[in-house]
Protein backbone atom coordinates (compact mmCIF):
# COMPACT_ATOMS: atom_id res chain seq x y z
CA UNK A 1 0.00 0.00 0.00
CA UNK A 2 1.74 3.31 -0.90
CA UNK A 3 1.37 5.69 1.85
CA UNK A 4 2.15 10.03 1.54
CA UNK A 5 0.98 9.81 -1.69
CA UNK A 6 1.68 13.15 -3.67
CA UNK A 7 -2.05 14.04 -5.65
CA UNK A 8 -2.43 16.07 -8.53
CA UNK A 9 -1.49 14.52 -12.28
CA UNK A 10 -1.23 17.44 -14.57
CA UNK A 11 1.00 20.57 -14.12
CA UNK A 12 2.66 23.30 -15.38
CA UNK A 13 6.33 24.85 -14.69
CA UNK A 14 10.05 25.17 -15.13
CA UNK A 15 12.96 22.54 -15.63
CA UNK A 16 15.26 22.32 -12.75
CA UNK A 17 16.72 19.49 -13.51
CA UNK A 18 17.32 16.93 -16.17
CA UNK A 19 18.15 13.18 -15.69
CA UNK A 20 21.12 11.42 -17.51
CA UNK A 21 20.78 11.27 -21.50
CA UNK A 22 17.69 13.44 -21.81
CA UNK A 23 16.76 14.66 -25.47
CA UNK A 24 14.93 17.74 -26.36
CA UNK A 25 14.53 19.51 -23.51
CA UNK A 26 16.55 21.94 -21.70
CA UNK A 27 17.17 23.46 -18.21
CA UNK A 28 14.93 26.52 -17.74
CA UNK A 29 12.14 25.34 -20.46
CA UNK A 30 8.91 25.97 -19.56
CA UNK A 31 6.74 22.74 -19.81
CA UNK A 32 3.77 21.51 -19.41
CA UNK A 33 2.07 18.19 -19.15
CA UNK A 34 0.60 15.04 -16.91
CA UNK A 35 2.20 11.94 -15.29
CA UNK A 36 0.37 8.92 -15.20
CA UNK A 37 -2.10 7.83 -12.70
CA UNK A 38 0.96 5.24 -10.97
CA UNK A 39 3.12 8.14 -10.36
CA UNK A 40 3.16 10.49 -7.63
CA UNK A 41 1.84 13.64 -8.67
CA UNK A 42 2.60 17.32 -9.08
CA UNK A 43 0.91 19.08 -5.90
CA UNK A 44 4.49 20.11 -4.33
CA UNK A 45 7.22 22.64 -4.69
CA UNK A 46 8.59 20.09 -7.59
CA UNK A 47 7.68 16.58 -9.24
CA UNK A 48 9.13 14.30 -11.14
CA UNK A 49 8.27 13.22 -14.96
CA UNK A 50 9.46 11.51 -17.90
CA UNK A 51 10.06 13.26 -21.08
CA UNK A 52 7.50 11.58 -22.93
CA UNK A 53 4.54 12.84 -20.25
CA UNK A 54 5.69 16.88 -21.27
CA UNK A 55 5.56 19.28 -23.98
CA UNK A 56 6.62 23.51 -24.11
CA UNK A 57 4.14 25.14 -22.86
CA UNK A 58 2.17 26.95 -24.99
CA UNK A 59 3.66 30.81 -25.19
CA UNK A 60 0.59 32.09 -24.96
CA UNK A 61 -0.79 31.12 -21.92
CA UNK A 62 0.77 31.62 -18.18
CA UNK A 63 1.75 28.62 -16.18
CA UNK A 64 -1.62 28.73 -14.32
CA UNK A 65 -3.85 28.67 -17.54
CA UNK A 66 -1.43 26.05 -18.66
CA UNK A 67 -1.98 23.63 -15.89
CA UNK A 68 -5.61 23.08 -16.78
CA UNK A 69 -5.22 21.46 -20.02
CA UNK A 70 -3.15 18.44 -20.46
CA UNK A 71 -5.67 15.98 -19.01
CA UNK A 72 -8.89 17.47 -20.29
CA UNK A 73 -7.38 18.34 -23.59
CA UNK A 74 -6.11 14.59 -23.66
CA UNK A 75 -8.70 12.95 -22.55
CA UNK A 76 -10.95 14.85 -25.34
CA UNK A 77 -8.68 14.00 -27.98
CA UNK A 78 -8.16 10.67 -27.39
CA UNK A 79 -11.71 10.12 -27.02
CA UNK A 80 -12.76 11.78 -29.86
CA UNK A 81 -9.82 11.56 -32.40
CA UNK A 82 -8.40 8.11 -31.37
CA UNK A 83 -10.81 5.99 -30.09
CA UNK A 84 -14.33 7.59 -31.87
CA UNK A 85 -12.59 8.41 -35.01
CA UNK A 86 -15.29 11.22 -35.72
CA UNK A 87 -15.77 12.81 -39.06
CA UNK A 88 -16.86 16.50 -40.10
CA UNK A 89 -20.45 16.30 -40.29
CA UNK A 90 -21.44 13.75 -38.03
CA UNK A 91 -23.58 14.23 -35.09
CA UNK A 92 -21.45 14.35 -31.90
CA UNK A 93 -23.18 14.57 -28.53
CA UNK A 94 -21.28 15.43 -25.72
CA UNK A 95 -22.59 15.17 -22.04
CA UNK A 96 -21.12 17.32 -19.48
CA UNK A 97 -20.36 19.65 -22.18
CA UNK A 98 -19.12 22.51 -19.79
CA UNK A 99 -16.61 20.41 -17.24
CA UNK A 100 -13.00 20.05 -17.19
CA UNK A 101 -12.78 17.47 -20.14
CA UNK A 102 -15.97 18.68 -21.73
CA UNK A 103 -15.39 21.90 -22.69
CA UNK A 104 -12.23 20.38 -24.47
CA UNK A 105 -14.63 17.82 -26.29
CA UNK A 106 -17.00 20.61 -27.73
CA UNK A 107 -13.84 22.70 -28.87
CA UNK A 108 -12.59 19.41 -30.52
CA UNK A 109 -15.79 18.02 -32.25
CA UNK A 110 -16.04 21.96 -33.55
CA UNK A 111 -12.69 21.89 -35.31
CA UNK A 112 -13.35 18.83 -36.51
CA UNK A 113 -16.35 19.63 -38.21
CA UNK A 114 -18.98 18.04 -36.37
CA UNK A 115 -22.49 18.79 -35.74
CA UNK A 116 -22.31 19.59 -31.82
CA UNK A 117 -24.89 19.09 -29.22
CA UNK A 118 -24.21 19.34 -25.81
CA UNK A 119 -25.82 18.74 -22.56
CA UNK A 120 -24.88 21.68 -19.40
CA UNK A 121 -26.41 23.11 -16.73
CA UNK A 122 -28.93 26.53 -18.13
CA UNK A 123 -26.13 28.55 -16.34
CA UNK A 124 -24.14 28.07 -18.70
CA UNK A 125 -25.47 27.69 -21.89
CA UNK A 126 -23.68 30.50 -23.43
CA UNK A 127 -20.28 29.62 -22.39
CA UNK A 128 -21.00 25.72 -23.83
CA UNK A 129 -21.86 27.67 -27.29
CA UNK A 130 -19.44 29.96 -27.29
CA UNK A 131 -16.93 26.70 -27.27
CA UNK A 132 -18.92 25.73 -30.59
CA UNK A 133 -21.80 24.24 -29.59
CA UNK A 134 -24.76 24.38 -31.92
CA UNK A 135 -27.16 22.90 -29.56
CA UNK A 136 -26.80 22.83 -25.83
CA UNK A 137 -30.16 21.44 -24.25
CA UNK A 138 -30.10 21.46 -20.31
CA UNK A 139 -29.09 18.19 -18.77
CA UNK A 140 -31.86 18.04 -16.15
CA UNK A 141 -34.50 18.39 -19.12
CA UNK A 142 -37.11 15.31 -18.39
CA UNK A 143 -36.47 12.05 -20.86
CA UNK A 144 -33.88 14.16 -21.95
CA UNK A 145 -32.60 11.04 -24.46
CA UNK A 146 -36.30 11.65 -26.50
CA UNK A 147 -35.09 15.35 -27.12
CA UNK A 148 -32.15 14.22 -28.83
CA UNK A 149 -32.07 12.55 -32.42
CA UNK A 150 -30.12 10.06 -33.38
CA UNK A 151 -26.39 10.64 -33.05
CA UNK A 152 -22.93 9.37 -34.80
CA UNK A 153 -21.01 9.64 -31.48
CA UNK A 154 -21.69 10.11 -27.47
CA UNK A 155 -19.11 11.24 -25.62
CA UNK A 156 -19.94 11.06 -22.34
CA UNK A 157 -18.51 12.50 -19.08
CA UNK A 158 -20.96 12.31 -16.67
CA UNK A 159 -21.34 8.43 -16.44
CA UNK A 160 -24.38 6.69 -14.42
CA UNK A 161 -28.37 7.19 -14.95
CA UNK A 162 -26.82 9.15 -17.73
CA UNK A 163 -24.35 6.95 -19.70
CA UNK A 164 -27.45 4.13 -19.37
CA UNK A 165 -29.98 6.96 -21.18
CA UNK A 166 -27.50 7.54 -23.76
CA UNK A 167 -27.34 4.53 -25.92
CA UNK A 168 -30.43 5.11 -26.93
CA UNK A 169 -29.38 7.85 -28.74
CA UNK A 170 -26.99 6.39 -31.18
CA UNK A 171 -27.63 5.39 -34.20
CA UNK A 172 -26.99 1.97 -35.57
CA UNK A 173 -23.27 1.27 -35.63
CA UNK A 174 -22.58 5.13 -33.94
CA UNK A 175 -19.43 4.76 -31.41
CA UNK A 176 -19.49 5.60 -27.68
CA UNK A 177 -17.00 6.53 -25.44
CA UNK A 178 -16.79 7.32 -21.57
CA UNK A 179 -14.72 8.46 -18.77
CA UNK A 180 -16.81 8.24 -16.51
CA UNK A 181 -15.37 6.52 -13.13
CA UNK A 182 -17.92 4.44 -12.51
CA UNK A 183 -17.70 2.79 -15.62
CA UNK A 184 -14.75 1.10 -14.88
CA UNK A 185 -15.83 -1.86 -12.67
CA UNK A 186 -18.75 -2.46 -14.87
CA UNK A 187 -19.84 -5.85 -16.04
CA UNK A 188 -21.75 -4.45 -18.77
CA UNK A 189 -19.81 -5.19 -22.36
CA UNK A 190 -20.84 -2.13 -24.10
CA UNK A 191 -19.59 0.12 -21.32
CA UNK A 192 -16.31 -1.86 -21.10
CA UNK A 193 -15.61 -1.22 -24.72
CA UNK A 194 -16.58 2.43 -24.91
CA UNK A 195 -14.79 3.14 -21.32
CA UNK A 196 -11.44 4.07 -21.45
CA UNK A 197 -8.50 6.41 -19.18
CA UNK A 198 -6.26 8.93 -20.67
CA UNK A 199 -2.74 8.57 -21.12
CA UNK A 200 0.36 10.84 -21.32
CA UNK A 201 0.98 11.70 -25.18
CA UNK A 202 4.30 13.84 -25.75
CA UNK A 203 3.40 14.32 -29.13
CA UNK A 204 -0.39 15.27 -28.53
CA UNK A 205 0.28 17.66 -26.33
CA UNK A 206 2.67 19.59 -28.80
CA UNK A 207 -0.30 19.30 -31.26
CA UNK A 208 -2.96 20.66 -28.61
CA UNK A 209 -0.17 23.88 -27.40
CA UNK A 210 -0.02 25.18 -31.43
CA UNK A 211 -3.72 24.44 -31.43
CA UNK A 212 -3.87 27.21 -28.14
CA UNK A 213 -1.47 28.93 -29.75
CA UNK A 214 -3.35 29.69 -32.89
CA UNK A 215 -6.50 30.65 -30.58
CA UNK A 216 -8.47 27.80 -31.74
CA UNK A 217 -8.01 25.89 -28.35
CA UNK A 218 -9.05 27.51 -25.51
CA UNK A 219 -9.31 26.82 -21.43
CA UNK A 220 -10.32 28.06 -18.27
CA UNK A 221 -9.36 28.68 -14.85
CA UNK A 222 -12.45 28.46 -12.26
CA UNK A 223 -10.25 29.78 -9.32
CA UNK A 224 -6.22 29.90 -8.36
CA UNK A 225 -5.26 29.19 -4.77
CA UNK A 226 -2.03 28.90 -3.30
CA UNK A 227 -0.12 25.63 -2.14
CA UNK A 228 -0.82 26.21 1.27
CA UNK A 229 -4.85 25.58 0.58
CA UNK A 230 -4.22 22.59 -1.09
CA UNK A 231 -6.55 20.37 1.25
CA UNK A 232 -9.54 22.72 1.19
CA UNK A 233 -9.44 22.46 -2.49
CA UNK A 234 -9.29 19.04 -2.69
CA UNK A 235 -11.41 18.56 -0.47
CA UNK A 236 -14.45 20.65 -2.18
CA UNK A 237 -14.38 23.17 0.70
CA UNK A 238 -13.18 25.82 -2.19
CA UNK A 239 -16.20 28.25 -3.33
CA UNK A 240 -16.45 28.72 -6.80
CA UNK A 241 -15.40 31.50 -8.89
CA UNK A 242 -17.20 30.13 -12.21
CA UNK A 243 -19.18 27.49 -13.05
CA UNK A 244 -16.33 26.06 -15.82
CA UNK A 245 -12.83 25.88 -15.55
CA UNK A 246 -10.09 24.04 -13.27
CA UNK A 247 -8.70 25.07 -9.61
CA UNK A 248 -5.38 26.00 -9.83
CA UNK A 249 -3.10 25.15 -7.12
CA UNK A 250 -0.03 27.73 -7.35
CA UNK A 251 3.24 26.91 -5.35
CA UNK A 252 4.08 30.90 -6.02
CA UNK A 253 0.80 32.23 -4.74
Known amino acids: MRVNVVPGHEFSGVIAALGKDTHDFNLGD ?11 GATAEFCLTQ ?4 ALKPKSLTHELAATVP ?10 LDRARIQSGERVLIQGAAGAVGLFAVQLAHLHGAHVIATAS ?4 EFVKMLGADE ?4 KTPRLEEQIDKV ?19 KPGGRMVTIAADSEGTTDQRVKDA ?3 VEPNKKQLNEVARLIDAGTLKTFVNAVVPLKEAPVAYSGGLREKRGYGRVVISVFA
Not at 51 to 54: D, E, G, M, S
Not at 71 to 80: D, M, P, S
Not at 122 to 125: A, G, I, M, W, Y
Not at 136 to 139: A, E, L, Q, R
Open 136 to 139: VIDY
Open 122 to 125: ERNF
Open 71 to 80: IGALTAWQGL
Open 30 to 40: EIFGMNDWFAD
Open 152 to 170: DVIFDAVGGDTLDRSWSIL
Open 195 to 197: FFI
Open 51 to 54: PQNI
